[in-house]
Nanobody, 123 residues
Framework: QVQLVESGGGLVQAGESLRLSCAAS????????MGWFRQAPGKEREFVAA???????YYADSVLGRFTNSRDKAKNTVYLQMNRLKPEDTAVYYC?????????????????WGQGTEVTVSS
């Protein structure tokens, strides 16, 4: 079993930055693809970013150039650096681990999920 715990969320003003962390326990995730998703109030959960076991990164168009996804395999942790935050980035952010292949932008293929961390961006 894998436990994922997100941290780093909070309340910031537009233009500011946050760094989310997702720490894994219970199993080494060195071979897993790791994704970040978010769910805003009243909306469906959507893909934000992902990083493969080999370090290839993917981003949603809405965050490309502002968010950076990274991982530290030694710490079994992934990070999402979020810069130039906008009010529309307000959401609960979830990290997830995908142990097998499949479409990295599709939440259906992910095996383990964290509990989420809330990000609020005020205008």
């Amino acid at each position: 079993q894998v436990q994922l715990v997100e941290s780093g969320g909070g309340l910031v003003q537009a233009g500011e930055s946050l760094r989310l962390s997702c720490a894994a326990s219970g199993r080494t995730l060195g071979t897993a693809d790791m994704g970040w998703f978010r769910q805003a109030p009243g909306k469906e959960r959507e893909f934000v970013a992902a990083i493969t076991s080999g370090g290839i990164t993917y981003y949603a168009d809405s965050v490309l150039g502002r968010f950076t996804n990274s991982r530290d395999k030694a710490k079994n942790t992934v990070y999402l650096q979020m810069n130039r935050l906008k009010p529309e980035d307000t959401a609960v952010y979830y990290c997830a681990a995908k142990m097998r292949g499949g479409r990295i932008r599709n939440e259906v293929g992910y095996d383990y999920w964290g509990q989420g961390t809330e990000v609020t961006v005020s205008s």
